[in-house]
């Protein structure tokens, strides 16, 4: 009960007297609700990590064995209709595997719990190594790579293995949502108060309002789009990487018009300044 004393008038009082034991509960409940939110939460990381494990060790062998049968090297197969069927063996084997990092990665994020190292990194050695990574999928599919990287721009305050993540993502993306002959191009720009800006504009087939926001969501996804293979959490998992990082994300895109990515990373130096003596 709460008990509320009050003037009325010039030489009057009044009282009023409240049950809130009903408040007082919902608010015990709530509270509750949080604490078992936060432990499910706390063990997600750990029962993935675990399930991470038994997947693993079946999938080296289905993986193995397929590239010793590629290879033929034990003899040739015969039918070259068999090779075929071992590489969608192989590539769906690592897509599984790809699946269980990125939840893993993602779970981790979600819980408070992915060890960073943050350091100063140069973005410009990052993004360029990245794309050379890329370039033989972009050639298989005829799209064609541009870089236009920024000359002098400051190192960023983050965790390098994490910021390979986000550009190989990006750049993944931008060449799996594109058509044959177009183009990606890849550029670094000094922003505002410092700021580095990383920027991936691509040609291909854009996207809606409502389809970004479903593609930011885990296993949201685009649909019908026959030549794009992913596990849902893509886009998910960098905007997740890039918050830890502290850095920020945009999209900009329209559909058949290309999508723009944009990612602003706070510098080293900026980074530091804004630490409390």
Known sequence: MVLTLGRLGAS??????????????????RA???????RAAGRLPDLLAKVSHEIRTPLGAILGFAEVMMDERFGPLGNPRYKDYLKD?????????????????????????????????????????????????????????RTSLAGRIPAVLADER?????VRNILSNAVKFNE?????????????????????????VGMSEEEIAAALEPFGGLPARPRAHGNGLGLPLTRALVGANGASMTIRSRPREGTLVEVCFASAGEAEARRPA
């Open 89 to 145: 063996i192989h590539a769906s084997g690592a897509q599984v595997v790809a699946l269980v990092d990125d939840l893993l990665d993602l779970s981790r994020i979600e819980a408070g719990q992915l060890d960073l190292d943050v350091a100063a990194v140069d973005v410009n050695r990052v993004v360029a190594e990245a794309v050379a990574q890329m370039q033989p999928e972009a050639h298989r599919v005829r799209v064609i790579m």
């Open 180 to 204: 044959p002959g177009g183009q990606v191009i890849v550029s670094t720009a000094l922003g505002e108060a410092g700021a580095v800006l990383l920027r991936v504009r691509d040609t291909g």
């Open 162 to 166: 994490s910021t390979r993540q986000i």
């Open 32 to 38: 509750r609700t949080e604490r078992d939110h936060a």
């Open 12 to 29: 009057g009082f009044y009282a009023t007297l409240r049950d809130v034991s009903a408040l007082l509960r919902a608010e015990t409940d």
